[in-house]
Each structure stands twice: as C-alpha cells, then as structure tokens.
C-alpha cells in the first residue's frame, strides 16, 4: 500500500510559476522508490488525462505534448517526494492536480495502469 498526498496548488495568475509536491509513503514493505510516478489533472466533468510521468530511476521523463516546455517533472527519493514544477501557467491549466504510482520501470500516460492515487490538489490559474 502506498499513500500519497499532493500540496503546493492555490490560484495564481496567467504567467506565474507554481511547484507541487506529492509525499509518498508506504507499508507492507513496497516502497516509493520501486515504483514509477506521475501527475495527471482533470477538469469537472472531463476525465483525468496524464500530464507528466518520471521512471523509476529518474533516468526517463515523459509529458503530454501540449505541455512540454512548460512543466518539469522530478522526484526526490531520499524524500519520498514528487515534483511538478509549472511555468507560464494559463487559464487552461486550471484544473485538480493528481500524483500516481504505478509498480512499473517508467511511467505509462494510461490512467488504467497507476495503482496509487493521491486525493488532488486544486490549481487555479486567473486570466
């Protein structure tokens, strides 16, 4: 079992940067280490869609392709701690924020294949 816990969102203004951050823990000896990772967002009323994903080594990052540029995705093993630095932030990237744990090698964009979701954080972005 792992369990996740996203902070860092708030409202913010076009152009402003933001980072969150998703502490992990976990029993029954499967660690936050062993597992790919990922943020996803979603939007009242449309489904969670992948945002950016990071390996289990860190080695291989991956992003949604509207996306790249803007967002930077990194963990923190020594932490247990998943980042999601956002920059340039727009009114469309307002939306709940979701970090994801997959028992993978690299981080997959499919919903499906996370097995670890923590409860979101709300990101805010006014025009």
């Known amino acids: 079992q792992v369990q996740l816990v996203e902070s860092g969102g708030g409202l913010v203004q076009t152009g402003d940067s933001l980072r969150l951050s998703c502490a992990a823990s976990s029993t029954s000896g499967r660690t936050y280490s062993r597992s790919a990772m990922a943020w996803f967002r979603q939007v009242p009323g449309n489904e969670r869609t992948f945002v950016a994903g990071i390996s289990r080594n860190a080695a291989t990052t991956n992003y949604a392709d509207s996306l790249k540029g803007r967002f930077a995705i990194s963990r923190d093993d020594g932490k247990n701690v998943l980042y999601l630095q956002m920059n340039s932030l727009k009114p469309e990237d307002t939306a709940v924020y979701f970090c994801?744990?997959?028992?993978?090698?690299?981080?997959?964009?499919?919903?499906?294949?996370?097995?670890?979701w923590g409860q979101g954080t709300q990101v805010t972005v006014s025009s």
């Open positions: 994801a744990a997959a028992s993978v090698p690299y981080a997959p964009s499919a919903r499906r294949a996370y097995d670890y």
